[in-house]
């Protein structure tokens, strides 16, 4: 372009939420870039959203915006486009004369003058309406992300052309020929043109001299060759050049002029992999929904986005999955500078229709498609831009997906593509033009993700499995020998399923065979651990946002009397997350047979019931349950493995551990040397150290395998397995358990009982003690025995759950343990939940304490979700008539049947037994009655 004029600043505005047109004069004014809820404009919201942030000036309907604009003498008459970025559906109005309407959600607006503007001022008014879109735009519009909100986010402008210009230039990387071909459309007299086209390093100073091409009459191609020596851009090592596009006329005038940030690379599909210029890698991704609680929308700047990128790349994170959104093009821009591999997704969720339908859109379809395209041209020549998806577990027409990918394919093959995100839940499919699988599972019971919903049962491994390292999803992935329940019967069939925050009954089409992947496939959307709200994170909804939810969330606490353990909770329910979701990582890093995962998410979800997700807030700040540097190690391109049975031993018992390297460096793998190590705060139990070589493998190498005989505890002992490869970053830890060796469990000496009886009763009223331990089935208000924390959050999938007829779910988030009370001496523990619970809790009830006095506190505490706040008890004690009561819904048989069972009932029965039995909490005769 010759010039342009920047539009940014003051415009008047007028709101028009019943469409009735604009009223003159205006009244108001904002300054743009922004929204009208940023900028604090139209009626102030009072209510309060519960499973979302609330938007404190929610506006919907028509923004009226208009300014006078002055255009010099040297720019009058000159091709003019009028240049939006980032908006809703907008009309234009100039000088009172409509030029159009434009309605992409993801992409620029353009307005074309080509006949330009007279000299002196014009008047430009802007609409846009937020309301009549042609989809419902996904996480792009929606309340649970950035918010529907009404506006202009991004650059405005009016660019100025001479008689001919380039327009779409697209450059098509050639990295085994070290080249570049540049293909752009000429607009105006094309004859008698040439193109000069050069390059300069932005990483290594390299420039590469000018290289002129003859165009055609209306377009131009041309073969830069960049030489031998040019960098190639990856995650690991993003090169980018400047590459300068310069359209000359016939005497050599200079008459446009395009600047681009390019990377030469080749991101492909090679084999079960992806392979970047010709290296396997794996992506680790997380997903996005452009939450960004300040604003209330997408930053159009690079320099946030690339804080928020680094702090992803702090993580480990090389990929980014927009989750029914493309972001503006500073993403694209910072990904290019950090090394990120970005797939955008079609603004749909829902069903793709061919004309057998009975609700067939297809303006909505043809919308959606045009929308792929104009992706593709505005945002295709950033490297980090490798893939795209047709949107969000979508159902419907396989034909008509498959068709799509292949015209995006053919239109622009830079990219890979997939149907979609999880598409055809229970009965996926593999369409012959993707290039890609994103899912969770290849039928009911082949899983490849360890959480699951209720309602999308059976649940995942870290959910119901006794804790190891094991698990891998191999076998799932690529079965050894078909499976009965895998064979189809053909035919259709109506199933229910999880659609949204709702249920949906869709027409499930039966797969003919069992399905077995040709292509690289991913992991979708795995972890999802709750952890408990952060009260203290309201104060930083400073921006329209605000986080009333968390108020609601905080009242409910305080009304059950339990105001003071909110900082308890999140802490000790966030522990539990983070050990759920390094469980959940690597058994991603021990499947040879995966390409990669999308994590949702690294930071919390603010919508949809309010998820608290992540180990990062919806700022993507830390929580402060794990550091980046321990995160990366089991997230990372490098990370140690160790393959064990159980986290759980009894003093002379055999420990046997695999000791595997998964590796996805571009740099060849050298000749290192594994130390290992077993320590306790007594010191050092074990070592050793193992060399391996390149010959070990090529991404996952087998290093060593360890066998430690357990020593002889006289007491229950945690220790820590360290791994390390001397001279790298590359480390990892394991905390294990050792208990003493026959530990002795004398139940029948006490007074144990399993119901109050009579006798019980006659117990209390002698001043005697009681160990009240009822079979969980016999505790009528009580609460699952589960381990694991939530899933996503409890009201969102209760809801679901009910709807559909199935279990809702446990809703529970961990222990909250008081660790240092004399009843757990013996049996010493964290604050949080650890492995030496799991068969304890597994074993148990949750007795609801609601009723109880308030100064009764369980001395472990399960920690209920923030929607039904139960006070609930693991383990406690009370004073009962004139005696003393400790009590649990435990399975004492089951809990016996393991070494840390046995050590837990140990130390209950010890401290029974001791003086220091002494509860404070004093609860009625009817009341300890009610709990039955």
């Not at 830069?224 to 310069?246: C, N, T």
């Not at 589960?786 to 959050?793: A, L, S």
């Not at 009843?823 to 809790?841: C, D, G, K, N």
Request: proline letters at 5%.
């Amino acid at each position: 372009m010759l010039e342009k004029i920047g539009l940014d600043g003051t415009w008047q505005l007028q709101l028009d939420g019943g469409k009735r047109g604009v009223t003159l004069p205006y009244r108001d004014t904002i300054e743009l870039p922004n929204t009208t809820s940023h900028a604090g404009k139209g009626e102030k919201n009072e209510s309060a959203l519960i499973g979302a942030l609330t938007d404190e000036y929610a506006f919907e309907g028509y923004a009226w915006f208009e300014r006078v604009i002055d255009v010099p003498e040297r720019l009058a008459g000159k091709p003019c486009h009028l240049f939006l970025e980032r908006t809703r559906v907008t009309t234009v109005w100039i000088d009172g004369r409509e030029i159009g309407t434009r309605n992409s959600l993801s992409t620029p607006h353009r307005y074309e003058l080509a006949d330009g503007l007279e000299k002196g001022r014009h008047t430009v008014t802007i609409r846009v309406d937020n309301t009549s879109y042609p989809t419902k735009g996904g996480h792009l519009t929606s309340a649970d992300t950035q918010t529907n909100w009404n506006g202009i986010t991004g650059r405005m402008e009016l660019q100025f052309y001479g008689e001919a210009y380039l327009s779409n230039v697209q450059v098509y990387p050639k990295p085994a020929d070290r080249a570049v071909v540049v293909k752009a459309e000429l607009i105006g007299d094309g004859s008698g043109k040439r193109v000069a086209v050069s390059a300069e390093s932005l990483t290594g100073g390299q420039a590469i001299g000018e290289q002129v091409f003859e165009a055609n009459a209306d377009r131009v191609e041309a073969a830069f060759a960049m030489g031998r020596d040019a960098l190639l851009w990856s995650d690991e090592h993003p090169h980018l050049y400047k590459l300068k596009i310069v359209l000359l006329g016939e005497d050599g005038e200079r008459l446009d002029a395009e600047e681009l940030t390019i990377g030469l690379r080749e991101f492909k599909a090679a084999g079960d992999k992806f392979a970047i210029n010709g290296t396997k890698t794996l992506l680790r991704g997380k997903h996005d929904g452009l939450i960004f609680p300040l604003t209330g929308y997408a930053p159009t700047d690079v320099e946030e986005w690339v804080r928020v990128l680094g702090i992803a790349k702090s993580y480990g994170i090389n990929h980014y999955r927009f989750h029914t959104c493309c972001p503006p093009e500073a993403a694209f821009v910072a990904a290019d500078m950090l090394g990120v591999y970005m797939e955008p997704e079609l603004p749909f969720w829902g069903t793709v229709t061919d004309d057998t339908y009975e609700k067939h859109n297809q303006a909505e379809q043809d919308y959606l498609i045009g929308e792929g395209y104009a992706m593709l041209r505005a945002f295709g020549n950033h490297p980090s831009f490798v893939m795209m998806s047709l949107g969000n577990e979508l159902w419907g027409s396989k034909s008509t997906l498959n068709d799509i990918l292949k015209a995006y394919k053919a239109y622009d093959d830079r990219h890979l593509y997939t149907q979609g995100s999880n598409n055809f839940q229970f009965v996926p499919d593999i369409l012959e033009e993707e290039d890609f699988f994103c899912g969770v599972r290849f039928s009911k019971e082949r899983l490849f993700r360890g959480s699951y919903a209720m309602c999308d049962a059976p649940q995942g491994h870290v959910q119901t499995d006794r804790p190891g390292t094991m698990k891998d999803y191999d076998e799932q992935i690529v079965p050894t020998a078909r499976r009965a329940e895998d064979a189809s019967t053909g035919g259709e069939a109506i199933i229910q399923i999880q659609y949204g925050t709702e249920a949906k009954s869709v027409k499930a089409e039966a797969a003919g065979e069992e399905l077995i992947p040709r292509i690289p496939v991913l992991s979708h959307e795995i972890g999802q651990y709750a952890s408990y709200p952060n009260f203290d994170e309201i104060a930083k909804y400073t921006g329209p946002l605000k986080a009333r939810n968390f108020m609601a969330f905080r009242d409910r606490l305080e009304a059950k009397g339990m105001g003071h353990l909110a900082d308890r909770f999140f802490e000790s329910s966030g522990k539990l997350a983070v050990a759920c979701y390094k469980e959940e990582l690597e058994a991603a890093f021990r499947s040879k047979r995966l390409a990669g995962f999308q994590l949702l998410d690294l930071q919390d979800f603010s919508g949809q019931g309010t998820a608290l997700v992540g180990i990062l807030d919806a700022f993507m700040d830390s929580k402060g349950f794990v550091s980046p540097e321990e995160w990366r190690t089991y997230c990372s391109d490098t990370v140690l493995l160790a393959r064990f049975e159980k986290y759980n031993y009894e003093a002379g018992e055999r420990f046997e551990a695999r000791i595997e390297l998964s590796r996805y460096r571009e740099d060849p793998l050298a000749a290192g040397e594994l130390q290992w190590e077993l320590r306790s705060d007594d010191g050092r139990l074990a070592h050793g150290a193992a060399a391996f070589s390149p010959g070990a493998g090529e991404n996952h190498i087998g290093i060593c395998d360890i066998r430690v005989s357990m020593p002889s505890v006289a007491a229950m002992t945690k220790a820590l397995l360290s791994l390390s490869i001397p001279g790298t970053d590359v480390w990892k830890t394991y905390d294990l358990w050792i208990y003493p060796k026959e530990v002795q469990v004398d139940l029948a000496g006490m007074p144990l009982f399993t119901e109050l009886t009579d006798e019980a009763v006659s117990l209390l009223e002698q001043g005697g003690d009681i160990l009240l331990l009822p079979r969980p089935d016999r505790a009528s208000r009580s609460i699952e025995g589960t381990y694991c924390t939530d899933f996503w959050c409890y009201p969102m999938f209760r809801s679901i759950s009910e709807s559909m007829n199935k279990p809702v779910p446990v809703g529970t988030m961990g222990l909250l343990i008081d660790n240092a009370h004399p009843a757990l001496m013996r049996f010493p523990s964290e604050s949080h939940s650890t492995y030496p619970w799991w068969s304890i809790v597994s074993a148990s009830r949750s007795v609801i304490l609601d009723d109880m006095p308030r100064q009764l506190e369980p001395i472990v505490q399960t920690i209920d979700n923030f929607e039904r706040n139960h006070k609930l008890g693991l383990l406690f004690e009370c004073r009962v008539l004139r005696g003393r009561v400790l009590m649990g819904a435990l399975d004492c048989e089951a809990i016996l049947e393991t070494p840390e069972g046995r050590q837990f009932l140990h130390s209950v029965t010890e401290y029974m037994r001791s003086d220091e039995f002494r509860p404070k909490a004093e609860v009625g005769l009817d009341e300890l009655r009610s709990l039955f």
